[in-house]
């Protein structure tokens, strides 16, 4: 069966500090990965998503970046860190067949103070 | 462009009774899905059901079922006979189109089941 990790699940980082959260995919292959980002409140904004390995389509503009190095693992970066990117990252991974649910890991609680 | 609106944002309801979610959506595309998550206080998102924009067929799974209506363009979400387990944010969700595999979010309606 399929199963999806991120790590780690909680993290407090500086304003201005480095940040790299991430994500692994397991039995299946060449899934569709996505990185959304729940503020406080709030609901569930889509970063950025991957369809293949070195492939990143961004939709927010921001200072985050994503990569995608192997075939399931997504990477979710930052090379200083606002106040503002405090929130849950969750990761998705798209399930097979063409309906198209995403199933979602377990999430990552960033603080930035 | 697409949107999702649930207008409740807290529901709260005592043991046993029945709550039904709204859930409106918004999208020029013909084909498109339908999905309903549950969070609990965990935070990890639990995907529910899902319906398809060609199927207006209502369904029932367990204590949970769902009303599609095309015409007013709502899919609401019900659960019968609340638990306690129950309680969490439930979000509404969007996949429009056959070749667009990103999901739109609501905003979330946090549902609390009091004993």
């Known amino acids: 069966s399929q199963t999806i990790h991120q790590w780690p699940a909680t993290l407090v980082q500086p304003v201005g500090s480095p940040l790299s959260l991430e994500c692994t995919v397991e039995g299946t292959s060449n899934p569709n990965l996505y990185w959304y980002r729940q503020a406080a409140g709030r609901g569930l904004q889509l970063l950025f998503y991957s369809v293949g390995i070195g492939q990143i389509s961004s939709e927010v503009p921001q200072n985050l970046s994503a990569s995608r190095p192997q075939d399931r693992q997504f990477i979710l970066s930052s090379k200083k860190l606002l106040l503002s990117d405090s929130g849950f990252y969750l990761c998705a991974w798209k399930g097979t067949g063409d309906t198209g649910e995403l199933f979602f890991g377990e999430g990552s609680r960033l603080t930035v103070l | 462009a697409q949107k999702v609106t649930q207008a409740q944002t807290e529901i709260s309801v005592v043991e046993k009774e029945d709550v039904t979610l709204d859930c409106v959506y918004e999208?020029?595309?013909?084909?498109?899905?339908l999905f309903w998550y549950k969070q609990p206080p965990s935070g990890e998102l639990v995907f529910l059901i899902r319906r398809n924009s060609f199927d207006e067929q209502n369904e029932i799974s367990g204590r949970y079922s769902w009303n599609f209506q095309k015409s007013t363009s709502s899919f609401n979400f019900t659960i019968t006979a609340s638990q306690v387990v129950d309680s969490a944010v439930y979000f509404c969700?969007?996949?429009?189109?056959?070749?667009?595999?990103?999901?739109?979010f609501g905003a979330g309606t946090t549902v609390t089941v009091r004993a």
């Open positions: 969700a969007l996949r429009p189109g056959p070749n667009d595999y990103k999901l739109s």
């Open positions: 999208t020029r595309d013909t084909t498109y899905y």
